[in-house]
């Protein structure tokens, strides 16, 4: 019984250490996909309603949303 004990054990040990690697080979992350960007610096692609930010063509009409959607309140 002692034979077939310590058996018991080597497979429970190399399964729990296979089910380890396996697991944590799924957190492994190549440095190719990794993108480090520098702290208050935006480096996405430009917003086309930044340049109407501000102007009449844009705040008129969301004041006009505004103004619909919240008179029911």
Do not use: W
Not at 36 to 47: A, E, N, R, S
């Amino acid at each position: 019984m002692d034979q077939l004990s310590q058996q018991r054990r080597r497979v429970s040990a190399l399964l729990g250490l296979l089910m380890a690697v396996l697991l944590l080979s799924g957190c492994y992350e190549e440095m190719d996909d990794v993108h480090l960007y520098d702290p208050g610096v935006y480096k996405g692609q430009t917003d086309p309603l930044m340049s109407k930010s501000g102007t009449d063509a844009l705040t008129q009409p969301l004041a006009e949303r505004l103004r619909a959607g919240q008179t029911d309140r």
